[in-house]
Each structure stands twice: as C-alpha cells, then as structure tokens.
C-alpha cells in the first residue's frame, strides 16, 4: 500500500530517479514494518474479521452463495405407431411435469391440443399421469416420449348428463304411447296397470337423481374421456332403455305374478338401494373432498353407510338392484336397484341388463378391493368386495 501510494504520488523535485529511489526505501520500510512479529498478529485477525464480514453478510440474509447453473433437459417426443421424430423440446426444466411438457408440445404442434395428447415411456407401455414430474422420468439429459392421439376429447360432466338424459327421455316418450310407437287399436283397447306407473316413476326419479348428483354432489377430475367411448356408451344405455321401455308400456304388457305381493317389496327395496346409494356416495365424496389418504373409507352414525363394515364398494352393493353406469373415479353407482326394478316389473330386457351390468360391477368392485388391500395394510380381512362375506 505504502508502495502504491508513493508510486501514485508526485515528486516535487522533478527528479525521477531520485524519486524512485525514495519511494522504494519507504516501501521497504513499511515492508519491513508489516512482518515484524509484533504486527503479523494484528494482520491476521485483520483477514480474518474482513473475511468473516464478506461470508456472513448483513442478519437475516442467506450467506453468499456462488451462482448455480441451470440444468436444462430436452424431450424427444416420437410417434408410438410409425417411431418417426414429430418434434424435440428444449429448455424443460427438471421440475416441469407432463401437463407442462403437454402444454409446450401443443404449442409446438398446435393440431393436438393437450387434453387429446398421449404420453408414454415405451411405445406399448401406460400412459404417464399429468401430475408426474420430469426428474423423476430422466435417465439422462434428453428423455424419449412416445406420443398417441387419444381422439376427441369430452369432459366427464358432459358424458354423464348425456347419459342420464337420454334414457330420462326416452322412456317418458314409451310411457306416453306416442301414436308412432304401438298400434292405435291397441292403445284405446287397453288399459294400463298399475306397475306401469310405478316403474315409470321409479325410472324417472333414479335417473332425475343421478343428474342432480353429477350436477352438485360428484367432483371430476380434470381428466376428458373420448368422445368414442361417449358414443359406445350412449349406444348401450340408450338402447337398453328403449328395450326395457318398450315392453314394459306395451297395451299388452301383463303385470308381475304375484301381483301387488312383489311388486311392493321391491319398490320398498329400490328405494332404499337409491337413498343408500347416495349416502355411501356422499361418504366417499367427502373423504375425496378432504384429501384424506391415510386411511379408508369408514361408516358414518347413518345405519345405511354400515355396508362399509362389510364391503369395500356398498355404493355398488346398492347399485345392483337399481341401475347403473359407466365407472368414475368417485364412485357414483349404486347396485341394488336394478334387481328390485327386475322384480318389480318382471321382464326379460330388465334382466338382461341387469345381468350385464352386474358383471360389469364385480370386476370393477374387485380391482377397488385389490387396490384397497394393497394401499392399507391395516385393511379389515374379514371386509369383501361385493356383497358381504361371499364376493
């Protein structure tokens, strides 16, 4: 410092060499001065307060910290049929999840928006969930993505009111014997019994319900469905409901066997299957609502949610012997309905669909009962899938 400062200084003499020699005898000094041992201390603990000061800046900020580079990843997205490049994105951070690799591919390719995007890890393999994030995918700094066209896409609350519309409808239409639909001669000939109303108003209030409940009850996911299943299952549900409606208003349909003996049990029945239905939904819906994933799904002080105690999916219980639909993932079936509605109006269409559908029902209770045993180890053994203590 005292060389610098003599360096930097001006001579007032003019004469350089002279000055040199002066400023360099003063440097020495000072040199001299500094490794004495009397002054190294004092040196030290001057580095050490000037460096403690630099590292531990001002309280309450973070110390310095050198600046870390960003680790970018890029992402092959490829054809899963043809294996052929569609397009590479690059600058994918690590944290970014398949919804933002989804968002940035439809702006990349604007023709597939992101709710019909696919995405996979291998070709044949399953489809990578939205919420899955990148570094959890990444082997390396580019990541391969198979792509697939999921079709046109369509919203969960837009297929169930159409599906529970339609059959509304369409057996109002068979209910009041439009002139088109059976011969005239016999609409004024015949007069209609008294199960007929009964199972119109069974039907009407079942599926006035189930619109009601996808309206202010259920909660869906963001997750579409495509439109060709939409179609397939409005082709299913509608045809049978024109089926069923058809013979069950038909001028010549005969009543039950037993008369008022069967047909009032099984209303009683399908009543309570439809108020059941709705309570376990309620149940299940709540714990959805809640974020609750430590522990399943318990009964309630309500005497028509102690199916619980038995049975892994008693909305389906419920469900069986009234009528159902199409699978979502909070559970809005019930499935004793459809029975009592066979019982009830004792034709062959009913049975048929109640038949289909109960198979549909067990091997979806059973995946449910699976998936439960194997998320909870504390899981009730003596709890069955279907209908307790057989399936």
Known sequence: IALLLNICSPSPS????RWKMHALHKSRAATEEIMSPSKQGGLKSLLSLSQFVLTSGQPGQPAFQKHSRIS???VEVLDAQTRKQICILEKMLPSFTIADVKHK????CPQWYPSRVGLQLECNG??????????NLATSSIITLYF?????????????????TGPLLIYLLFYFRLPNLYGLEDINHCSRQPVVHLACLCHSLHYSKQILETLFLHCFSNENTALEKLLKGCAFYWGFTAWMAYYINHPLYTPPSFGNRQVMPALVCFLVCGAGNYFTNAVIIQVHKTGTKNHFVRPTYNPLTWLFKLVSCPNYTYERCCLTHQETHVAQFMMGAWISFTIMTQTFPVAIFTLMLSLQLIL????KHCQYQKDFKNYPSYRTALIPFIL
């Open 105 to 108: 591919f439809y702006k990349t």
């Open 126 to 135: 399953p489809l990578l969930r939205e919420t899955q994030s990148l570094k």
């Open 72 to 74: 970018y990843l890029e």
């Open 148 to 164: 697939r066209d999921l079709g046109t896409q369509i919203n969960w609350t837009t297929v169930f009111l159409t599906e529970y």
């Open 364 to 367: 979806w209770a059973q995946r």
């Open 14 to 17: 003019g004469d350089l060499s």
